[in-house]
């Protein structure tokens, strides 16, 4: 007879464990389509050698075996099917790894045996489970049979008493920024806030309070408030202790949110898990949520129940064991309402550990901010249209991860049960939310990176040899590639694209090239380079780490970004200024900018530290500092392309981020992109801080805007701002302004072509 595979009894319950659990345990006949198994004779004499038979069929999860070998009365009252899922359930509860037994004694009544005997079930979870003074009613039918009922599986279960498993998990550890401070919080307040918009003074100006409090979007907001009268009690967030207690006043004031008595009180409290800043970094740290019901069966399996709450994203969901523990676990046999009739094995568990990340708590709030008021700002512009964006820091000396901003975000308090928030509208919302505030828009998407991408192409041209170090071109509003090959027939500069249209850079070196993103120069260095060797391009662009992930861990899925090898001239014309088969993540572009800011060093990217405390039980190092490659660049290619992100920032006229960084009272060096897409086009722009002796460096893009000195550029000038204590530049004015479409080249060249006529 074939033996039951081991994993048969995971199978079995694969519907809600209540459900199963009723089903398993109903005594009494089954169902008319369940018909008793045939009627087998035992020929043995001897009730010990049915025991034996009946044990070893048991270790082997033979059931349909041991269910020959029980008496004929058994098999009425437990058809085949009742009684191998009896045992299915029991095997997945103990976690059945093999049996061993130990005979006794064996008496006789007339026509009965009863014998006295001991098991020992071994279990991964708990050990060896002694199972003692047992006894086995055996009947004479015409060789000895098995009585059976379920107390021969463990003693004392019955119809009404089950095997249970209950697992006590201690107060979950915290997750700490790299100076100590908490991300993640156990047991901390949590302040849901209400609202009435008939007491507010201005709606509007609530609005304005609460994109900054909430770091949602003023449009967002607004589509909560019209869905209630004037005089309806709605919630309109939860944030943390640390953001209540920093804009109390203000949603006093400008909100007429404020505690009292009563139940229209406006600010409520449960103490739960806590993000700090209201989930500054949620897209780093993750969430908590019940166990998804298709995932039950292996968080059981791990000594979860359906009612435990798991991390669910991040660095909650990647560390969740450790960040729990194991849990102290009890096997028992229980009656209903959960009285305990017998204590049978435990288990000890593990203390949780606390996970230690590199993220700057400080920057990392003033960048999720920066980001989230330069969308509400430019709300009546290109905010309304962006489909999202995201920024990354990174220490340009060692890799850490310093802060990651995926915009839109989500408040990471939505899934915990303890929530006030009306979970299936909330969830309905951002799931029908377009921008996918789930996803990681710093990691797990990747996009055409437009004209940052010219570092790459500066950085190849330059080590090659292909153009000299201060060697002029010409850079005007057209470029003829006839002569190369270029089936494009003509193509042009960023410049002719503007309203109206800019004076061309002139007479340019490589580094000034770089600095005015001339785009007829480096459509010359996208052909040089074919012709020289068609993979030299994508070749330096793979050395600087596009087209592979990062490799960083803990923060789920990365997009490993697109540098497919150009299959002839135009497409390697088109990857040049990357507008061709040219994709990356906001990540890969961060760590590239560090390795051009470091001289050559490509950094291996982490966010975890370690676990546990220095010197306590348990600590360990998870990341420290290690270099990917040493480049071994060429130091004058290194020198020209950082001079060339110096003058984007500090060069006016010539530089295209210089309007926006040339009244700052700090130096950094950076790249302008705007990336042409099927809609409005990808805001780009990346930088390393300070000029000297860089120390981070930073990459942003925000879909579907506009040009990134526009757009991303002041982000970065509001972050470092904030974060070195300089007076604030303000948002551009014209973003309060109605939207103005960027040209394609396409729409520039049929304008042109139309004032001629």
Known sequence: MRAIPKFLPLLLCLLPFAACESALLREGPAPAADTPAPVVRSTSDDPAEVLQAFVLAWNSEDFEVMYELIADRSRELYPQRSFIDKYTLAHSVI?????????????????????????VIDSPTFGRVADERRVMRMVDEGGWKIAWSPTDIIRGMSSRARLTERADFPPR??????????????????????????DMRSIDVCLDTLALVTRQSILTLRRLFVQYLDETFFQVAEIDSDQYERYQQLLATDCAIFPSDGIFNKVRSYRSRSYYGHG????????MGSVPADELERWEALGYSGVDLIGRAGIELTYEQVLAGKPQRYLRIVEGGNTVIRELAGAVGEAPRSVSLTINRELQGIMAQAMADAVSYATPNWGVLSGGGALVALDVNSGELLAMVSYPG????????ATEYNVLDTVTRLNSDVRNPFANKALAEQYTPGSVYKIVTALAAASEGLWDRERQFYCGHFWDGSRYGDSQAVRTDWRLLESPPREP?????????????????????????????????????????????????????????????????????????????????????????????NGGALWQPYVVSHIGDEGEPGY??????????????????????????CQVTTVRDLGTASFVFEDADYTLCGKTGTAETAANPHAWFVAYWPREEPQIAFAGVMTHSREGSEVVAPMIRRTLDDYLGEPRKAFPEWWQEPYIPVKTQAQALADLAASEN
Request: charged content about 15%; aromatic content about 8%; some cysteine.
């Open 95 to 119: 976690r059945f790894d093999g049996v061993e037994h130990s005979l006794l004694d064996v008496g006789y009544q007339g026509t009965t045996a009863i014998i006295d005997y001991e098991v």
């Open 173 to 198: 550890a915290n997750i700490y920024a790299a100076d100590g401070s908490t991300l993640a919080e156990e047991d901390g307040l949590v302040y849901s806030l209400w609202a009435i918009q008939a």
């Open 280 to 287: 500054i970094a949620t897209h780093v740290v993750g969430y």
């Open 410 to 417: 989500f408040d990471p308090h939505t899934f915990n049960p």
């Open 505 to 597: 850079a002139g007479i340019v070196t490589m580094a000034q090239a770089l600095a005015a993103s001339c785009n007829p120069f480096f459509y010359e260095m996208g052909a040089l380079m074919y012709q020289a060797s068609p993979d030299m391009q994508i070749g330096y662009a793979r050395l600087l780490g596009l087209g592979a992930q990062t490799g960083i861990r803990g923060l789920g899925i990365e997009a490993a970004g697109d540098v497919a090898p150009p299959s002839e001239i135009t497409a390697a014309i088109n990857n040049a200024i990357g507008q061709g088969n040219v994709a990356v993540s906001v990540l890969q572009m961060a760590q590239l900018t560090a390795t051009i800011a």
């Open 620 to 645: 360990q190092l998870e990341n420290e500092p290690a270099v990917v490659g040493e480049l071994e660049l060429d130091a004058e290619a290194i020198a020209i392309v950082q001079n060339g992100m």
